[in-house]
């Protein structure tokens, strides 16, 4: 079993910077992928950013040049740096583990953007 714990929501004006970290614990022989989404309030969860175990990145059309994805392979842990936020940015934001090619979820960490 894998246990995630997210880090890192808050509260920020617009134009503000948020850091949201996630770290994996348990029983992990493989990373296929890391990820992030977010739900915001009357919407379907979508995909913000993946990254591959190869390294290689994946990025909503909007949040590209805005959001960071990133990794410490050896904490097993995901990162994403969210720059320029928007009021839209506004959501639940939740990791994702591939692992051993089983998906696990965070608890979800609010992010409130204000204008």
């Known amino acids: 079993q894998v246990q995630l714990v997210e880090s890192g929501g808050g509260l920020v004006q617009a134009g503000g910077s948020l850091r949201l970290s996630c770290a994996a614990s348990?029983?992990?022989?493989?990373?296929?992928?890391m990820g992030w989404y977010r739900q915001a309030p009357g919407k379907q969860r979508e995909l913000v950013a993946l990254?591959?175990?190869?390294?290689?990145?994946k990025y909503a059309d909007s949040v590209k040049g805005r959001f960071t994805i990133s990794r410490d392979n050896a904490k097993n842990t995901v990162y994403l740096q969210m720059n320029s936020l928007k009021p839209e940015d506004t959501a639940v934001y939740y990791c994702?583990?591939?692992?051993?090619?089983?998906?696990?979820w965070g608890q979800g960490t609010q992010v409130t953007v204000s204008s």
């Open positions: 348990g029983t992990i022989f493989s990373i296929n992928a």
């Open positions: 994702y583990y591939s692992v051993d090619s089983v998906g696990y």
């Open positions: 990254i591959r175990s190869g390294g290689s990145t």
